[in-house]
């Protein structure tokens, strides 16, 4: 019965509130459509539909799905999340071990020269010292029966811990893949940005052009050529920026995939090349607890913050061990183990702390401060979640209507700019008239560009709030779950290493390659 026992609190996961939602009224279940351009399709929310471990796939680019799983295979912080990992399941696995007895081997030879003085006597002189030899060997048994189950907290501490660096990693990947996504978006955007202000700049020089012909006829003046070169001139000036945004986004794509920056190899992307998502999943507010990996991270630390302190109450009642040992004792090395030359030890301790000044009380008050801080900053966690889905369901709704309007304006636009130029050809209509009209077709292109970004982002926001899909992914690492197959002993390999073979395989970053490289054969 005691055996079985195991102070301190059992943990269970917080419930979330019965009325928690993402919207105080009833959200749209289809956002509007701004026809046929890119990233204008209307999108649909399906309420309980599960998300794919691979959901970027749904933008239906071959490039961005290489590059993605690119990133999840070189990325540093991958590689450092699943090193922390295994080193937290290994080290669940060596707490695990004080739940069995511990053996030993002890062998030893002993010379010793003894002064006669020890045994009484005042006879002097070397010859008459004695040189004892003493050999002996032994097995060692000792065993902590986990009476009050602190080490067993101890085990669950660790375990959580373990639990958090799982999440943590399902986060880095969520992260990184994000982050992928939106970089490519963002190129996108910025290439089509330059592609229009290019047109625009072309637009314009022409414009100059015809402007510079009709100043030669004496049809006007000097200043309407000096006012569209200095329009051209600020048009101009925009370029170097996006320009310079590009290539600087490039350079953030090429860390996220583990490259340096001349190791571009010149992958392209523009809004037309990637689908935006037509179905989108609305994951019930019950379970964003359990799909999120920051939220089961706050759980798992949560968890570990309960099991210590089991550990504090535990350490304040008796602790129990057993020592025992069987050996063999004698004077000349070839007699161990012979009849008679047997010695054997078998001892039980009872400690229980009496006094220590409070130390252990104030040390499970300090565990329980800590759980009530755990407490707190996971519930803070949870409102967090909610609070992200929130806000890429409004985001979705809002650009979506933005971009809508934002098409019509730029169609506006450009018949207003077509009007405008035929009438100044018939002089029905100022130079002033004109610059407005390429101005306002300017900002039109670029801000429609921009509101077409916003689509795919948002839906790489929502991808994201939900929780990426993780629990459906198949490419998990089997390495992180360490080696639990075998006791502590060290390997043969680890004895007495093979010598490094002539034609060595040249070292990876991939810790999926490492850890394929580092199984023994069998």
């Known amino acids: 019965m005691l055996a079985g026992c195991k102070v301190g609190p059992n943990f269970s996961r917080p419930d979330v509130a019965e009325n928690a939602d993402y919207s105080r009224e009833k959200l749209p279940a289809t956002t509007a459509s701004a026809g046929d351009v890119a990233g204008g399709a209307a999108q649909r929310l399906v309420a309980g539909m599960d998300i794919p471990g691979q959901w970027w796939t749904l933008f239906r680019s071959p490039t961005l799905n290489a590059l993605v799983e690119e990133a999840l295979r070189a990325n540093t912080d991958v590689a450092a999340a699943q090193a922390a990992l295994r080193q937290a399941n290994e080290l669940v696995y060596a707490d695990q071990a004080s739940l069995f007895p511990s053996l030993s081997a002890t062998a030893s030879k002993t010379r010793e020269k003894v002064s006669p003085v020890s045994f009484g006597s005042s006879t002097s002189g070397s010859s008459s010292i004695p040189i004892l030899t003493v050999n002996a060997a032994s097995l060692n048994v ?71 012909s009709r100043r030669e006829l004496g049809a006007i003046a000097d200043t309407d050529v000096l006012t569209q070169q200095a329009s051209l001139a600020q048009t101009r000036a925009t370029l170097p920026p996006l320009q310079k945004q590009l290539a600087q986004t490039r350079n953030q794509l090429m860390a996220y995939l583990g490259r340096f920056p001349n190791q571009d190899q010149g992958e392209r992307f523009d809004l037309a090349s990637l689908h935006l998502p037509e179905q989108l999943p609305l994951s019930l507010p019950s379970a964003i607890v359990l799909q999120r990996p920051d939220v089961r991270s706050a759980e798992a630390q949560l968890h570990q913050a309960s099991a210590n302190i089991g550990v504090a109450v535990s350490n304040q009642l008796p602790q129990f061990s057993i020592t025992g040992s069987l050996g063999s004792e004698v004077l000349a090395g070839t007699r161990l183990f012979s009849s008679g030359t047997g010695i054997w030890s078998l001892a039980g301790s009872i400690t229980q702390p009496i006094f220590d000044a409070g130390a252990l009380e104030h040390r499970k008050r300090a565990a329980v401060a800590a759980y009530d801080e755990s407490a707190a900053r996971y519930r803070g966690t949870v409102v967090s979640a909610f609070e992200d889905v929130a806000n890429a369901l409004r985001a979705l709704q809002a650009d979506a209507d933005a971009l809508n309007q934002q098409v019509i304006a730029e169609q506006a636009a450009q018949q207003s700019l077509d009007l405008a130029q035929a009438q100044f050809r018939l002089g029905a209509v100022n130079y002033l008239s004109l610059l407005t009209a390429q101005q306002t077709y300017q900002n039109a292109i670029v801000t429609r560009v921009r509101a077409q970004a916003a689509r795919y982002s948002d839906t790489t926001a929502l991808f994201q709030a939900l929780g990426g899909g993780w629990w459906n992914r198949t490419d998990v690492d089997p390495a992180t779950a360490g080696k639990p197959d075998r006791f502590g002993l060290p390997s043969l390999q680890e004895i007495m290493p093979d010598p490094a073979p002539k034609h060595a395989a040249p070292a990876t970053s991939d810790p999926a390659v490492s850890a394929r490289l580092e199984q023994p054969k069998q």
């Open 142 to 212: 000792s065993y902590a029966p986990d009476v009050f189950g602190g080490v067993r907290r101890q085990i669950e501490s660790t375990a959580a811990q373990a639990e958090y660096e799982r999440y943590q990693l399902e986060a880095t990947y969520l992260t990184l893949s994000s982050n992928v996504v939106n970089t490519a978006v963002n190129l996108a955007s910025l290439r089509d940005q330059i592609t229009a202000t290019e047109q625009i700049i072309q637009l314009q020089s022409d414009q100059l052009d015809l402007l510079k």
